[in-house]
């Protein structure tokens, strides 16, 4: 498109060849264009500047300050200062000695001076609490009397709770007194540390995340394979009708696509609790008593078909427009040369679809991995995904740091795929509708 | 096989007919369970299934009483408005953007392409979940959290995607010469734009602002995480029914969401059409 | 003449301007956002605080938000944002407690900021001991118990007890309890055997802790979980589940105003205290502790038990409980605290829940997706 620019600006280099190229005003051709060029280049820009500074701003930035949250660690460094510093010869064996304890309360004292709302031992309670169970209680019980304390501080603080001579509460504080920490990953991927600061499997009955990373990632799968084992006969079948009906056909998959999510969600809730439609038909027809009714929803079986209802569109739709493409007298050529229809489809019609195939599945395939909503509706627990696990780390256990670190892997994961995607098919070249 | 070649073995045959029958069981797995809840809506009965009086068509098992309450509640009436307020305020901001950049990305002499197309593109593929945690965060810190503005720029940044989408797949076939005729007759870039440019993408920007407005009026981890309780959607009052009561005015509601997105649909089928057939690309 | 009209356009106007500015000094409308847990407990709320309190008050605007379910989370939001929306908060101890320890809740002086007793008790005496905290006013105390749908149990063979509960072969059927360890791992444990006034010690060991789950494994193939306390009674009434757990409110709500057959298992009834805390630097700090003034007062509290059946924390309310305000039955006997329901309470022990609770929350949580 360049050179068609260029097309426009007359020229006399043919008849001329050695003059330098002037335009109609004087100024150097070569200059003008350059300058013609950068013009265009900054119109360009600006024309997508606006959101691209929205995006950078109320999306992008949004997402990365909360990516920093997973490492950012400022309430130890921030509540006891003088206690790091008198912690700094301490050999992590012992508790430690009377000047760490006098050091202690000089940070608990300073931090009463503080105007109510920075006062920094609540949230260190919050902070070590993650770390070691009761340090939350240790903190403020021992602050509430704190002010009464008289030297030797070391008893006074050992009386008013049994975690201050707990070696463990010290090493906590000693490896979380830094800026930053690496804690809230070490969590995300089931570990801890032990007493020598190794990072160590936890014990089995708290591992949690991994093992839910890997069903969120063998939900998706099977929920992909799904909607591909539903998806491809009606895409190859509307491929094979005329235009017309094959339309007519299209609006059975585009209706789902274009129904509110909450919408198709309440629909399965109402057709597969135990008093719903389908329960209820299957006891009218006889097939199940009505003590037998089956436990549809609220499990992984119910999230299983509600995703794959929800997501099969995503399918069908790359699918569909890979099918169309390919002309049918491949397999007339392939069945002429002998092939019989199984290996004819096999051998000649499949390998052609592979590009629809691998564009809806990288589709419907991210599109799971990230699902909440749903889950969360009804999936009850077995069917419950790390989305669901981000939230309650949001909104229940206040944890921002765990969830956030949860929240990076995931992301980092859908980055990844969707790379891999664009690599694949080319991301401008999604289809909608 | 569109049609069975006389020829056709046994086998054949039956396959020929299982296919069918699969492929439409599969059709009636996508519609049944949307089309299903609008019978259930006027239940009499406060129940998710078919009463008798329902199926032996007993004008008695039949009632509006669903639809009266919702038009009745404050609650849901509330969360209707501010559903429209927030979707066309969204569609608004994010079709004007989104046409402006696809505008500047189809020029050949954008810079860094690829880059900005991922940015431009990225809402639709973080997840919600996330892309709602930060918002949050990020909303409450300069107190947008909890207002309209917030939810309004929200919804925008996920709407946006669609637009560039969709209105660079029509920039795709324009014929740019187009646009330097104008030039060369006099025409100012305003006048050119509105004139030439305009009516071709035209189609290519209202499904794009249809496709931005259904996102934020379907949308709900974004509202769970940054609305307050003013700004409850339709979304999310359902939501709240959902795991809370479950009364049969959720089908009403739900029922009408269907016919308006019936609505959206035709709509944006004919525009794509009518796309197609100004640009010579398929014969309609 | 025309300069003159308007002259007097121009001093009426000022003159209405002023009377405006009167009347708004005196009554400047107020928006107050009061945060509680949705339901028939915000209903009962609204009938008996809200609704008096905007009729005596007509420039105060009340909104509720049912966001207490994670009130502690949007308090932390939008403390460190410095923006501040809600004005009042319903909320438990144990959140109150962490809250006011990171000072994003105001302190009450109880004494000095609520009603005394008609009869003159200061109000620290006169709300129930124990019940007040540093930054807590209680209004209720509610408990946690198990109930079951008669529909689905033979007359003769209705459970009694959370032994019952816990025993899959005499009472088949499935049951949904909270998705949270507290108060489940309390009825394992005292299931099994251990006494009630034993049951945070051995809960405070890691056998204890083991031996509770142990103890729920036995029927964990029949458990359903629910998160929200309306989802309780709505899992019994469509028959989904056999028993659930659930508030003794929410239950009386639905077997007595909607008429479902649910019967409550007051045995093992797990007790605690529900109340008000003032979010530091909320929009309106001192309309609000008017509001609180009034809507904890002895009458008040009383009022509050015409529509839901959770006992007044106030001691002088008892004895102003009456019937039931739409259905006209006595409340008395569907309180928790009546001594027919009242043979063996677990008092909920926040300090246990304080110290072991992020710990504990954890392995549930685990043992959930187990």
């Known amino acids: ?433 | 096989m569109r049609t069975l070649p006389p020829y056709a073995t046994t086998g054949e045959r039956i396959w020929f007919y299982t296919f069918r029958v699969i492929c439409f069981a599969i059709f009636f797995f996508l519609l049944a369970p949307i089309l299903i809840m609008i019978p259930l809506s006027f239940n009499a009965q406060p129940f998710f299934t078919f009463t008798r009086e329902m199926l032996t068509l007993n004008p008695d098992g039949w009632s509006l009483r669903w639809y009266q309450d919702l038009f009745g509640s404050d609650s849901w009436m509330r969360s209707i408005r501010n559903s429209f307020l927030i979707g066309i305020a969204a569609t608004i901001l994010a079709t004007t953007l989104g046409t402006l950049a696809a505008l500047g990305l189809s020029r050949s002499q954008m810079p860094f392409k690829g880059l900005i197309m991922g940015i431009l593109i990225s809402p639709m593929i973080v997840p919600l979940i996330i892309s709602a945690a930060g918002m949050f965060f990020f909303f409450s810190s300069i107190n947008i959290a909890q207002t309209f503005t917030g939810v309004i720029l929200a919804h925008t940044a996920l709407g946006v995607p669609f637009v560039v989408i969709t209105v660079t797949a029509t920039l795709v076939g324009f014929d740019h010469s187009l646009t330097r005729a104008a030039a060369n007759l006099g025409a100012s870039p305003t006048r050119t734009f509105f004139k030439i440019t305009m009516p071709l993408i035209l189609p290519g920007v209202i499904s794009g602002a249809l496709f931005a407005f259904i996102t934020s009026f379907d949308e709900i981890v974004i509202v769970l995480f940054v609305a307050g309780v003013e700004q409850r959607t339709i979304p999310r009052e359902m939501w709240s029914g959902i795991r809370e009561q479950i009364s049969p005015t959720i089908l009403a509601v739900a029922s009408i969401l269907v016919l308006v997105s019936i609505a959206l649909l035709t709509t944006v089928e004919l525009l794509r059409r009518r796309s197609e057939r100004m640009r010579g690309l398929s014969p309609g | 003449m025309k300069q003159r009209s308007l002259k007097v356009i121009g001093a009426g106007s000022a003159l209405s301007l002023l009377a405006l500015g009167a009347a708004q000094a005196a009554e400047d409308p107020v928006r107050l956002t009061i945060v509680s847990w949705g339901g028939a407990y915000t209903a009962s709320q609204v009938r008996a605080y809200h609704e008096p309190w905007m009729e005596m008050n007509p420039h105060v605007t009340i909104i509720n938000d049912d966001g207490s379910a994670n009130a502690l989370a949007s308090l932390r939001a939008q403390s460190q944002a410095g923006n501040v929306t809600w004005d009042l908060v319903d909320m438990l101890p144990s959140d109150a407690q962490l809250a006011c320890d990171e000072g994003i809740i105001l302190q009450i002086d109880h004494d000095a900021m609520l009603a005394a007793a008609p009869d003159g008790t200061p109000a620290s005496e006169d709300f129930l001991p124990g019940s007040l905290g540093e930054c807590f006013i209680p209004q209720i105390v509610y408990s946690t118990i198990i109930s079951f749908n008669t529909e689905m149990f033979p007359e003769d063979a209705m459970p009694q007890s959370i032994a019952d509960f816990f025993d899959t072969e005499g009472f088949p059927g499935r049951r949904a309890i909270q998705d949270r360890p507290a108060a489940n791992l309390e009825w394992a444990l005292y299931a099994d055997g251990v006494a009630i006034e034993d049951i945070y010690d051995v809960l405070a060991t890691p056998e204890g802790v083991d031996r509770a789950f142990a103890k729920l494994d036995t029927i964990k193939d029949e458990l359903v979980f629910w998160t929200e306390g309306a989802q309780a009674p709505q899992l019994l009434a469509d028959q989904e589940v056999a028993f659930a757990t659930g508030y003794n409110g929410r239950i009386f709500d639905a077997s007595e105003v909607e008429g479902q057959p649910f019967e409550i298992i007051w045995d093992g009834q797990i007790v605690e205290w529900d109340g008000w805390v003032v979010p530091a630097d909320g929009p309106n700090v001192d309309a609000v502790m008017e509001y609180l003034y009034f809507a904890t007062d002895t009458q008040r509290l009383a009022d509050q038990a015409k529509f839901i059946s959770y006992g007044p924390a106030r001691a002088s309310s008892a004895p102003l409980v009456s019937t039931h305000a739409d259905l006209g039955i006595d409340m008395i006997p569907h309180m928790p605290t009546n001594p027919d329901n009242y043979f063996s309470p677990i008092v909920l022990d926040n300090d246990f829940w304080t110290d072991y609770g992020d710990e504990l929350r954890e392995r549930f949580a685990n043992w959930m997706l187990q």
Not at chain 1, 204 to 229: D, H, K, M, P, W
Not at chain 1, 337 to 360: D, E, H, K, M, S
């Open chain 1, 1 to 433: 498109m360049a050179q068609a620019d260029a097309g426009g600006i007359p020229t006399a280099s043919e008849h001329e060849p050695r003059r330098k190229l002037v335009t109609a005003d004087g100024t150097p051709l070569k200059r003008a264009l350059q300058r013609a060029e950068r013009r265009r280049v900054l119109a360009a820009f600006g024309l997508v500047a606006p959101l691209l500074i929205f995006l950078l701003t109320v999306f992008i930035f949004p997402i990365g300050q909360m990516m920093w949250r997973s490492v950012d660690n400022p309430q130890v460094v921030n509540a006891l200062p003088n206690t790091l510093q008198a912690l700094r010869g301490w050999d992590g064996q012992d508790v430690p000695g009377e000047a760490v304890f006098a050091a202690l309360h000089a940070d608990y004292m300073a931090d009463q001076d503080r105007p109510r709302r920075e006062q920094a031992m609540g949230p260190l309670g919050i902070r070590l609490n993650y770390e070691l169970s009761a340090a939350r209680g240790a903190i403020s019980r021992t602050g509430r009397n704190v002010d009464t304390f008289e030297a030797p501080f070391r008893e006074a603080f050992l009386d008013a709770h049994r975690l201050w001579g707990d070696p463990a509460l010290w090493r906590v504080i000693q490896r979380e007194g830094r800026p930053l920490t690496a804690a809230y990953y070490v969590a995300a991927l089931d570990r801890e540390y032990d007493a020598d600061g190794n990072i160590v499997q936890r014990d089995e009955n708290r591992r949690i995340y991994v093992s839910l990373y890997g069903r969120t990632l063998a939900l998706s799968l099977g929920i992909t394979f799904l909607t591909f084992l539903l998806g491809f006969p009606i895409a190859y079948y509307m491929s094979i009708l005329p235009m017309r009906q094959a339309n007519l056909l299209m609006i059975c998959v585009l209706l789902p696509f274009w129904t509110s999510l909450l919408v198709r969600t309440t629909a399965w809730i109402v057709l597969l609790q135990q008093q719903g439609v389908i329960n209820t038909l299957l006891v009218s027809v006889g097939i199940i008593g009505d003590d037998g009714r089956l436990s549809l929803i609220y499990n992984m079986t119910g999230t299983i078909i509600a995703m794959t209802h929800i997501l099969l569109p995503f399918m069908v739709l790359p699918l569909y427009s890979v099918m169309r493409t390919i002309p049918p007298s491949y397999m007339r050529a392939a069945k002429s040369l002998g092939a019989t229809p199984t290996t004819a489809f096999r051998r000649v019609y499949f390998p052609q679809t592979l590009p629809g195939i691998g564009a809806g599945a990288v589709l419907v395939f991210i599109i799971s991995i990230g699902y909440y909503i749903t889950p969360a509706l009804v999936g009850g627990q077995s069917g419950r995904m790390i989305s669901n696990e981000i939230a309650r780390h949001m909104q229940q256990s206040l944890n921002w740091g765990l969830a956030a670190a949860l929240g990076t892997m995931l992301l980092v994961g859908v980055l990844i795929l969707y790379w891999a995607y664009n690599k694949l098919v080319g991301a401008d070249t999604l289809k909608l509708g």
